[in-house]
């Protein structure tokens, strides 16, 4: 996931709107959550999409797919052999 947002730059919006680059617009800073977002969005299958989707912004949005995808569950990792 890193791997995408690295090359458009916006990892930055994974830590969040107050913690993103003063320097930044506020235009910029909604363009660069907003393509974060969709990003996330198009990375993930539909069984777990519909899990992270619900969230509202795009640092909670990464916050639930680290949950859900870094445990050590069996069930986890039958899914990720899929």
Same mark, same amino acid.
């Given at each position: ?12 919006? /994974? ?5 993103? $680059? !003063?320097?930044?617009?506020?235009? %910029? #800073? ?5 393509? +974060? *977002? ?10 777990? /999409? ?5 969230? $509202? !912004?795009?640092?909670?949005?990464? %916050? #639930? ?5 870094? +445990? *050590? ?10």
């Amino acid at each position: 996931m890193q791997a995408v947002l690295t090359p458009q730059k916006c990892v930055e919006a /994974l830590m969040g709107e107050a913690k993103m $680059a !003063t320097t930044l617009k506020q235009a %910029e #800073k909604r363009l660069m959550i907003d393509k +974060t *977002k969709s990003d996330i969005v198009l990375c993930h299958r539909d069984m777990v /999409l519909k899990d992270v989707v619900i969230e $509202a !912004t795009a640092t909670l949005m990464w %916050e #639930k797919s680290e949950s859900l995808y870094m +445990t *050590k569950s069996l069930a986890h990792r039958q899914l990720l052999k899929q």
